[in-house]
């Protein structure tokens, strides 16, 4: 008798364990790596890191004398005003102004795509790679193409830096935007913008130009964005330009980018008892208070870009456990009245 009873035992173990065995891929079925460890996250996080490196030192070296193979831009503009025989005095009609600026973005290309030479698309870089040279020659080449893009949405301002409206703009104040949107900060660039808009030169703004001169610093940097993911960016998937360009839209409703646009006009000290007009000072003072990432845009859209993915594969987790609890049960049950009936 005894002998049966550990007989029986033993053959009890046996199939417990044997079920052990082909039930041990349960556990499997939901053990998955950490979404922000996958590739496409780690790559779109390294792109993040990069961007947000900008506006500590936002001047491009290769665009200086002492960062460039020539002279750089700044010398380059000179030799091309000299070229047409331009005094700083001289006057161009809209399409010398809109030729100067075209070859100016051709040059800029120049300049950007020697600093993409035999360089491979970013991929996963560790925050602490962040610092090394590799990484700081991305860096140096996104400064390149910020700038190349700002010096081509000045196409648009030929009727701005027209003050006095008789179809001619000066050499002088043409040289002037354009040094700066290559080789200025973000600070710069934003009071070159508001010279801009400010039609009679009295150095004041209305609301319309005050939202005019944000959202043009904030769609030229979006469309930077793009072009960096478009070209640049390795390990996403194929359809990433309108996932990003979908993502750009909720994060402007989740950072409130359009409404801190407004902001810096409404929450400013006005220069009228109508608080109508806006002066310089007074607008700096706002947007540094209202909108104080706008140096930052790159990293806020790619940051937006990377939460916005995230999402979509905690979404797309849930569903498939969802589906697999879904399953087991129902396995369960079967088991469970398949015993009942033959008990």
Known sequence: MRRFSTAASTAAATSVESAKGKWAFVPKMFQQVPIGELVEMKTIASV????????????????TPSGSSDQGYAQWLQQYQASKQWESSSHLDKQEFEALVQDSVTYLKT????????????????????ATQASSEYIEAFKVKLAKHKCANATKYFEQLDKDKDGKVSVKDVDKLLRVLTNGSTADWLQSQFQLFDTDSDNIVNETESRLILESMVETQKIVLAEIFALHVDNLPKKHPKLLTKSMKEEDWKSKIPEKIRCVFHFAEKEDAENKLLAWDYFKESQGAELPELDNILGVYAKGFYDDRFMFYERKRDRRDTRIKGLLLAAAIGVGDYIAAII
């Open 48 to 63: 993040q890191r990069l961007v947000e490196q900008i506006p500590s030192d936002p001047v491009p070296k290769r665009l």
């Open 111 to 130: 300049i950007e795509d020697a600093a993409w030479q035999e360089k491979p698309k970013i991929g996963v870089i560790e925050e602490s790679d962040i």
